[in-house]
């Protein structure tokens, strides 16, 4: 594609209303163009990217063994009033009526369509299992729509649905689904966890989310960079080993902090780093006070504790527990205050050394608190909340603690959907039941906003291979000088024999003077450079120049094409 | 793929709504279902065809150099404003308003989207010729929606713009986007003509409408089989040429034919063809009396007369014009009644022959009334309604007078959004002009209805090779004699090889009879069926089919996949 023709204006200011770098980016290098509040045009750059993003899926959903269709996107709501989601998107969906005062709405998602379609076509368990999916607009009128691409109102996503006999049925199409979303995510150029979820309104049991990580990203997760260990901040684990060893210190010893009933001011005043402290965390354990130890500079995530206690229930303490309480001190308890039902107690506690505690009374601490010899501990549990550092529960390697944009997600739907819309089938014996559902959901237009979030520098986009709009950026650098004209058919004859091979060329014939031709190269992205200008000609080669990793070379003019094959 | 997982249930019964033949075949087909009035999903099969048609738009729109974008489908209303279309389209457009009260349409086309875009973008003469495109949803809240897809209120739409200094710019891309019209077509096996159109809401001057011939189109048109004529039954002329040559018949006769004022009465009164009576209309002209003249068998075409005297205008006397012109014997008006301004007839009047007219005095009529000794004609002009068989006005072959469905549509829109939306160059001496625009439609979903108008026979679709979903349908016919495995091995290798040969093939590997098979492959239509049975499987052969012409012949099992690739 010739420059001179193609659809592309590239600005060299960044736009005021960008707030992330992809929204910047897209929007300078030509790739969209707002029409209204987060409501995009596709411009023919970004409308490449967008197109071979839906054909990665398309080919992995196809592989999967998931059947293309199209679902409208004006939908009756009649539809979404049986499965009660008419309410549950509330403002969040966009609504409508025809010139007969019918009712429809914007299909924010499909499960009703599909189901109640799937439900006129089949009834029998021998048409099972099912999965289907489309690629098509959604929409979803957002509060504050922002950030370009990533919280749009308008943007293209891939929705699969899955029917099933029984939920053992279901698991298998879903690991498949999850394997398949693995290669795409992959063959974007993502960095990317799937984290087990928690559902929104869609309803429904198991779920994963696909985080890509970004910093502009809207959830923060934890995962690890040496296997595809992932969580929600809230269940992650670190991996700990409790130690059976009981420290030798000396004996414990009883110290004055008066006015001191926090971590911080402890340590400052001994001198010591918070973690040496024990952090002593008073709750109620249905009815009965209840102690939960971490080390001092570690937080108790409320989570974990709830699981590690459940089915009982644990509340932290607050004012009037301790009123109601006063043999626990607030601010000063130890690990062996009396009257506790349970001590239970992070493996980080079981470390073998003196800790610097409370002492069970106001004003007061001890050192050397040993774990086997001072206090005990009723149950080990993960209590705290993961930090950037801490050991995979998995590998052992550092975890990470990042901020994703969630670019897939997989539900085990349960039957929530085929009960509201009557997809039953018949089984051997005759019996009826509601089809056991899953759904899975990749934002095509949001992984082009990830995609940029993790691969651009500071001049630009740096594509990668499988996303560039064009394989290859020829730039034609013919100047001023006597060579010009020779360096212009130069140019024209590698574009000529890149196209003829089935390179897909951006071809920069412009007349504009190279600092132009350059800085919009960088901007653009395309993985691949190359340099047709005089004093190359004059040598016989163009320069080739990786845009991702800065790297360069040459090329004979006469093997470019046998090089880029 | 195998059947046993395509998501497809055919049905036996022509749906109760379905009121054309293509309607009807791809319910039945299980390519399309209807979600509500006029809005349909696309089912896997049906999805198949959807997308090659848009694939064979995508590549001739890329080869004409029109590029590919998205623009939105969600779009402000006020642009639609600042066109004046919103008023214009009325009804017919779905409209909708954010959270936020903004107003929005669901795009029924996208002149003011893009115009707007290109104003943003594009300024000066060195920026055009521009020809963009996208393929997207498109709505019209039809008052009867009806015809499935031909008259569907949600349908996939091809919709281009160009954008271009002047006219003369304007007509090389509208010619070049008309022969890629040409070609799309063809490539998708229609018969289609383009006819000289008359603008609709989108306005604009030159426009010719691409109909596919089909008895259920919406629009008569004349065509030629033999060459690439077609026209509006409004504009449509037969190719005639004036004899000069005065007939040699004995003197004119006079007849009394009491209460005949009509053609046909008289006609039979003196047993004679009506085409042997000289048919003469009384018209005002500008407010004298004139007379057009044609055989007695054909019809004025309104619109030829008032092109034939214009500028004059020309209406057709009624009632009280006769009671103003007592000297025109309303009924027996002959060629040369006395007082008359004007006698325009058309070339077929120019036959030398004696003819039987009226005799200017009522319940009278002459025969061997001769052009050129009896009476005079002033004006020769193409005044009759074209009808099947007339030669061609190019090549003298029969014209067909058919229905046709629009599915293509090329318009010169000059500058009417340009002006509207503000989308202005420089030119070279730095004043400011509106582009000039064209647009260009397609209507991908409209495209499988009229295929399968033009494709099917009472046993269901046939479709063309290039939109076929499948290449080949493989049916597997084990039966329950003692070869049944061997023939589903047979089968289960057949559709192996092709599939790795690269070959689409459908395979009913279903536990159904051999009479549901062969009625679904005839239904679905793929060109050709690979039959393999007990007996051909003891004979090394597979029985093949094609669907359309019915003919068979027999492959040996060994050279099936050389055969088909």
Redesign the interface.
Known sequence: MRMS???L?TLRDDPADAEIDSHRLLLRA?CI?R???G??????V???V??KVAQIVREEMDAA?A??????????LELWRESGRDAAYG?LM???Q??KD?E?C?SPTAEE?IT??VA???SSYRDLP?N?YQI??K?R?E?RPRFGLLRA??FLMKDAYSFHVDAEDLKRTYRDMYDAYTRVFERCGLTFRAVEGEAGEIGGDVNHEFMAVAAVGEDDFVWCKSCDYAANVEVARRGSQRVERVADRPARERLHTPDMPGIVAVAEHLGVGTGELLKCIAFDLDGQPAIALVPGDREVNPVALAQAVAPRTARLYDDDDFAAHPELAKGYIGPDAAGVALVVADPLVSEPRGWVTGANEVDHHVRDAVLGRDFEVHQWADLVAVVPGDPCPRCGSPLSVDRGIEVGQVFELGTKYAEALHALYTDEAGDQHPMVMGCYGIGISRIVTAVVEEHHDDDGITWPAALAPYAVHLLSLPGKGAAADEVRAAAERVYEELSDAGIDVLYDDRDASPGVKFADADLLGMPVRLTVGAKGVARGIVERRWRASGEQDELALDVVVAALS
């Open positions: 023709r193609l659809f204006r030509g163009r029409l209204s509040s409501i995009y045009a596709w411009l023919p970004g409308q490449r967008l197109a063994g059947q293309e269709m199209t679902l409208p996107i004006a939908q009756p403002p966009f609504r409508l025809d010139r019918t429809f914007l369509a109640s379609i006129g076509e089949y099912l289907v098509n607009w929409y009128d509060l109102r308008e």
